[in-house]
């Protein structure tokens, strides 16, 4: 398991020390994207300003990437081996209003967008609300 992830984030630039290490196998384990509170839920033994360091430093080398849920906490998800979150990587986002839980929609992709020459696109931020399969279930 170390073996994979130290290679990953190799391949991402990232020097994989014990702590990085750490916080990346614990973003592995969600099912869906986290915010910076739900890493320091499970991340007790690392300082705050560590595990946001890190984050930083993982979202500047595009081994996850970052949008707003609208729930007031940035959200964070691990980016697809092959991406480099240009415009043509642009997905949409789907958030739970029941859960409250966020997921990326990697197989949906955002619209090509025609911008004023003097315009530039920095990011994309579209989210889909909604209830996801498990609140679904439990409504009916
Ligand atoms: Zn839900
Ligand atoms: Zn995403």
Redesign the pocket.
């Known amino acids: 398991m170390n073996d994979s992830i130290v290679k990953i984030l190799e391949g991402r630039g990232i020097k994989p020390t014990s702590i990085r290490i750490l916080v990346f196998s614990e973003m592995l384990k969600f099912d869906r994207?986290f915010s910076l509170g739900d890493l320091e839920k499970v991340l007790l033994s690392i300082d705050k300003s560590t595990i946001s360091r890190t984050i930083h430093l993982f979202n500047d080398k595009l081994l996850i990437?970052k949008?707003d849920d609208g729930s007031g906490s940035i959200k964070y998800?691990i980016?697809q081996e092959n991406c480099d979150c240009d415009a043509n990587d642009y997905?949409?986002?789907f958030y739970c209003n029941y859960c409250k839980r966020a997921?990326?929609?990697?197989s949906v992709h955002a619209p090509k967008i025609k911008l004023p020459d003097d315009m530039e696109i920095e990011g994309i931020n579209f989210v889909i609300k909604g209830y996801c399969g498990k609140c679904d279930k439990i409504a009916t």
Do not use: Y
């Open positions: 994207a990437h949008f998800s980016c997905h949409l986002h997921f990326c929609l990697e």
